[in-house]
C-alpha cells in the first residue's frame, strides 16, 4: 500500500536550518508530482512547496527564498531544506502527491522552530 515516512525535524532556534526527507513507498514515485505540507496547532494543513516530475518548483509565499524543495527518484525520496527558520514555521510537516493526494498520510515529521 501506499506510504509516506517523513523524517528530520526536530527543535531549532530561530535563523537555524534542518533538512526533511520523506521516503516514499507502494507508488511509481517518479511519475508524480510530488509536495510538502505543514499543519500548525489550531490551524489548517497548508501547502508549503511542490515538485513536479520535471522537478519544476513552487513555494508558497511565507516560504520562498527560505525553503527548496527537491527529489530523488532513484531513491524513491523528497527532501525539503529549510533555512532561516522562524518561529511561525513550527508545526507538524508530510509529504504527499501534490496534484494526485493520496489517502496515506504519514505520522509526519514536527519542526519547532524556538529559541
Known amino acids: 500500500q501506499v506510504q509516506f515516512v517523513e523524517s528530520g525535524g526536530g527543535l531549532v532556534q530561530p535563523g537555524g536550518s534542518l533538512r526533511l526527507s520523506c521516503a516514499a513507498s507502494?507508488?511509481?514515485?517518479?511519475?508524480?508530482?510530488m509536495a510538502w505540507y505543514r499543519q500548525a496547532p489550531g490551524k489548517q494543513r497548508e501547502l508549503v512547496a511542490g515538485i513536479t516530475t520535471g522537478r519544476n518548483t513552487n513555494y508558497a509565499d511565507s516560504v520562498k527564498g527560505r525553503f527548496t524543495i527537491s527529489r530523488d527518484n532513484a531513491k524513491n525520496t523528497m527532501y525539503l531544506q529549510m533555512n532561516s527558520l522562524k518561529p511561525e514555521d513550527t508545526a507538524v510537516y508530510y509529504c504527499?502527491?501534490?496534484?494526485?493526494?493520496?489517502?496515506?498520510w504519514g505520522q509526519g515529521t514536527q519542526v519547532t522552530v524556538s529559541s
Open positions: 507502494g507508488i511509481n514515485f517518479s511519475i508524480y508530482a
Open positions: 504527499n502527491g501534490k496534484r494526485v493526494i493520496f489517502d496515506a
